[in-house]
């Protein structure tokens, strides 16, 4: 709209000129330098998006709360929590200090390696996969267990991860128990880092004599024990990682999602004596606002902000606790990036209707990106990540899980209570195309925690 304005202006003063010539002379050289000035300035956003969030925090006035505070809020968030009353976001920001300034870059796995394992391709190999039966693993999830529930077509099970110029480490279950040894992993987050979790027992546990392994149910916190080995591979539900009243992992589907914004104190009293941790966090923070209650707060009094901001703050009071907490050399901890949907056939299948139900093979378009993954969301990780330094290892499973429309339980699943025949014959309105049939993808990002643990 600019180059109209300037054409307008100019034609305007050269009307005028036999009045005040070296007046119209003058205001065009400023108008045209305003107008440069400004094109210059929208191409440098475009160009660098966290330019816009840079600036908005440089011109506004933000409160500041130091987060994670033993003396926090005296009440705990629950299922019954609410608010009593709700107003606009405040604009307070979590203030933590970054602890390793070697890099300006997002510290992800593939940076410390002349390959990029997270770029490649899935190859079908049905003489290696899968790398184990779900028939075979006895702590198989039914929300997971696809064939089981219908799903003939098993090719889903045979895609191996191909990085372009180099190999995964190949899975060796005997190995990965080494490396675990008198050690505590632990798996921390949502539904779909529980999937990941089922996918590492089911990985490990077939060379365990049945006498020698146990799963300890335990609400919140799940334990799969190997005696032989002195070590667990646990699960712990905190979906939104800092304080919320979603976080029982059974009675959690609430109308208003309430987090303590500035606390992951609750979770991380079970997680801190982890040896390997591995967080994930992003579903939970797409469906729709999110009330703050933050630890100061009396009364009840709660904010409202968008599910990505809301997550920005979490995010924030996570990685005060790791710049704090986390020594390198004594705990690893991984950060998994969003895991895609694949609600919207038309996206790989140009003026196609549907989802991923009755998907059988992967996209082969690289590069392909659907509306399943956010890219502000990736952004707003990259920053918080890259703050941490050496302490935290990202593991990006979002590109090669995006070309992977095929590996999702759709209708072939039990949730709850297993599909009734209505439900069965409308694919369209029931298929779960958020979560990963076992064997499957998540198989592949427990490849890759192998690869560089």
Request: glycine fraction near 6%.
């Amino acid at each position: 709209m600019a180059l109209p304005l300037t054409v307008s202006m100019s034609n305007k003063w050269s009307r005028k000129k036999r009045h005040f010539p070296l007046l119209a002379v003058l205001f065009l050289v400023f108008l045209a330098c305003s107008v440069i000035y400004i094109e210059f300035s929208i191409q440098q956003i475009h160009q660098s998006p966290d330019h816009v969030l840079d600036s908005q925090r440089q011109t506004s006035s933000f409160t500041y709360v130091q987060p994670n505070l033993p003396k926090g809020a005296s009440d705990v968030l629950d299922g019954s929590s609410s608010c009593n009353s709700t107003r606009n976001y405040s604009g307070k920001k979590i203030r933590w200090v970054g602890t390793d300034a070697e890099s300006n870059q997002l510290r992800s796995i593939s940076q410390e390696n002349s390959c990029d394992v997270f770029s490649g391709k899935w190859v079908f190999d049905n003489q290696s996969y899968p790398l184990y039966k779900e028939s075979d693993c006895p702590y198989m999830s039914d929300q997971l267990a696809c064939h089981k529930h219908g799903r003939s077509d098993l090719q889903y099970q045979h895609w191996r991860w191909q990085p372009h110029n180099c190999n995964l480490k190949r899975w060796d279950a005997t190995e990965m128990w080494e490396k675990l040894r008198g050690k505590r992993l632990m798996f921390v987050g949502d539904s779909l880092n529980r999937g990941q979790w089922i996918s590492m027992v089911c990985l490990l546990q077939s060379v365990i004599p049945a006498n020698k392994r146990s799963m300890t149910p335990n609400a919140q916190l799940t334990i799969f024990r190997a005696e032989e080995y002195n070590a667990t591979v646990e699960f712990l539900w905190a979906p939104l990682l800092v304080e919320s009243n979603s976080d029982d992992p059974v009675n959690h589907r609430l109308s208003e999602r309430i987090i303590r914004p500035d606390s992951v104190l609750k979770h991380s009293a079970q997680w801190e004596h982890a040896d390997i941790l591995v967080f994930n966090s992003y579903l939970w923070w797409r469906q729709g606002p999110v009330k703050l209650q933050w630890s100061g707060e009396e009364n009840g009094a709660c904010e409202e902000l968008d599910g990505l901001g809301a997550m920005e703050l979490a995010m924030g009071a996570w990685a005060d606790w790791v710049a704090s907490k986390v020594i390198p050399l004594k705990k690893h901890v991984f950060f998994v990036t969003m895991s895609p949907t694949h609600f919207w056939k038309g996206e790989w299948e140009a003026g196609s209707k549907g989802n991923c139900y009755n998907e059988t093979r992967p996209i082969d378009r690289e590069g392909h990106w659907g509306s399943g993954s956010d890219l502000a969301t990736m952004r707003m990780v990259d920053k918080m990540v890259s703050g941490l330094g050496s302490k935290v290892t990202v593991i990006n499973i979002t590109q090669l899980s995006e070309y992977r429309k095929d590996g999702h339980p759709s209708i072939y699943r039990k949730f709850w209570e297993t599909l009734s025949p209505q439900q069965l014959g409308n694919p369209a309105s029931y298929s779960d195309c958020i979560h990963w049939c076992l064997p499957g993808v998540p198989d592949v990002w427990n490849e890759l925690l192998f690869h560089f643990l």
